[in-house]
């Protein structure tokens, strides 16, 4: 099962080549330093059309970027994008789920409020699927047949050991069929067989 926490380190493993010194997962300083990104959730919506025994949740994610001016900011989160295409889906760090990597969009850079950094922030969307609980029933571990009969009523295998009488089955009425069969297992009572 996916898990935010989950998802935010895969997402920052997925960074890992960009060259950056330090990565902040969901929490961000209140000083933002140069050449950092900073990976959060942002929220997610629910996909109920995909199938009857699973689910889709497409989340957002926000990427940042703190750069030492516009043009490392242009540059880093261009890398940040390569690094996100590279693979449509991706497993998780962990498990052996996958997020489907949906699109990424980012926006100019920006001046923020500490001195001598800059910022670009980009979006990611990803989709999870999640599995609806299911009643588990116990499975099969044997399949067999068996053929029973009322007591004096005589069973397939009476009819091929007569085949005389066998003959008489020639007929469309089932009431025909069981009094041939019926007869059949007097007679095997009779003379000592039967059921």
Do not use: H
Not at 19 to 24: D, E, H
Not at 65 to 93: H, M
Not at 146 to 166: H, I, M
């Amino acid at each position: 099962m996916a898990d935010i926490v989950g998802e935010i380190n895969t997402i920052g493993d997925l960074l890992a080549n960009v060259g950056v010194s330090r990565f902040y997962k969901q929490d961000l300083p209140t000083k933002y330093v140069a050449n950092t990104i900073g990976i959060r959730w942002q929220g997610e919506n629910d996909d109920d059309t995909f199938s009857q025994s699973a689910y889709g949740i497409d989340r957002i994610y926000q990427v940042v970027y703190f750069g030492s001016n516009e043009i490392d900011c242009i540059t880093k989160i261009q890398k940040v994008r390569s690094a996100l295409k590279a693979d449509k889906k991706v497993k998780l760090r962990g498990i052996d789920d996958y997020m489907t990597l949906v699109s990424f969009n980012f926006a100019p850079p920006f001046k923020t409020d500490t001195d001598g950094v800059y910022a670009v922030s980009g979006v990611l969307m990803v989709k999870v699927y999640e599995v609806r609980p299911q009643e588990a029933y116990p499975k099969m571990s044997e399949v067999s047949t068996a053929l029973y009969t009322e007591k004096g009523v005589a069973t397939w295998s009476d009819v091929e050991v007569n085949p005389v009488e066998y003959s008489a089955l020639d007929t469309a009425e089932w009431s025909d069929v069981r009094a041939t069969l019926a007869k059949v297992a007097k007679e095997e009572n009779e003379n000592g067989g039967g059921n």
